[in-house]
């Protein structure tokens, strides 16, 4: 996809879809604090690296580009959300990027290409939401993407979404819940450095930026909201070691449940 084709691109699908987000967003009272906006370029390719701790996350991430500029993020996900019926369509009307994690190259060269185009690609350097709601291990994609294509790398915090709706965990209506987004200059990665070497250097960025959000953001009110502060302030949620079974059993889980649905009927 060429750059004159990214701007001739209408948006039948994705501008209505942020402005029924803004609606729900007021329906639920959701008190947003946007800090660094600034920091997510106006023009040209970015790669927005974000921690992953709600459902809200994806439209979270797009705030600030929305904010500064009117601009979209196309987002990697997961092939299973192009396959459902009701989000399907509407992930491929915005122009989003499915990932299959058994042939992972396409989607990454389809998110190069829109990268060079002039694209910001939203990426999530965990893959999959942290139960543990601080940073696990990073997948090296974000990292290589930039490299490659010579943009920025910009790091992205949020919290707060995942008191109402995250893994593992029925949605809790409730309003009024602070969000905290929180944009970082982009990073100043070195000559010839590795997507190893920059991951790194991303995950330290986005862990010393998460613990300032989470330490700043209010305390559970109440033993019963524990569940959502990290262990390594006091809370309930699992430590990283803790979650790890958890999560894996979750995957399992969701792949016998597809293999179920698969297997033809006797």
């Known amino acids: ?5 990214t701007k001739r691109r209408r948006e039948w699908v994705y501008r209505p879809v942020i402005r029924v987000a803004l609606a ?5 009272g959701f008190r947003f604090t946007l800090n660094g906006i600034e920091n997510v370029p106006t023009a040209g390719g ?6 992953h701790v709600s459902y809200f996350d994806f439209m979270f991430v797009g705030l600030p580009a929305h904010y500064n500029g009117r601009r979209l993020v196309r987002f990697m996900a997961k092939k299973s959300v192009f396959d ?4 399907g369509p509407l992930m491929r009307g915005m122009h989003h990027i499915p990932v299959d994690r058994s042939a992972g190259l396409g989607a990454y060269e ?10 910001l690609i939203g990426v999530f350097p965990e893959s ?9 291990t990073f997948k090296t994609g974000a990292a290589r993407m930039a490299i490659e294509a010579d943009a920025p790398l910009v790091p992205v915090i949020v919290w707060g979404g995942h008191r109402v709706w ?11 819940v602070p969000i905290v987004i929180e944009v970082a200059p982009p990073l100043e990665l070195p000559e010839g450095i590795t997507a190893i070497e920059a991951t790194a250097l991303l995950h330290e960025a986005m862990t010393q930026m998460c613990q300032k959000v989470q330490r700043s953001y209010p305390a559970p009110d109440s033993d019963a909201e524990q569940w959502w502060q990290p262990s390594y302030l006091g809370g309930a949620a699992p430590t990283l070691e803790e979650a ?4 894996a059993a979750a995957i399992a889980a969701r792949a016998a449940r597809k293999q179920k649905k698969r297997k033809p009927a006797a």
């Open 46 to 51: 970015a790669v927005l690296a974000c921690n």
């Open 110 to 119: 389809s998110a190069l290409d829109a990268l060079r185009s002039g694209e």
């Open 244 to 247: 790890k079974p958890i999560e």
């Open 84 to 87: 459902n019926p009701v989000a």
């Open 1 to 5: 996809m060429t750059s004159s084709q």
């Open 24 to 28: 729900l967003f007021r329906l639920l």
């Open 166 to 176: 995250t893994s593992g965990r029925k949605p809790i209506l409730r309003r009024r």
């Open 128 to 136: 999959t939401i942290s139960r543990a709601f601080v940073p696990r």
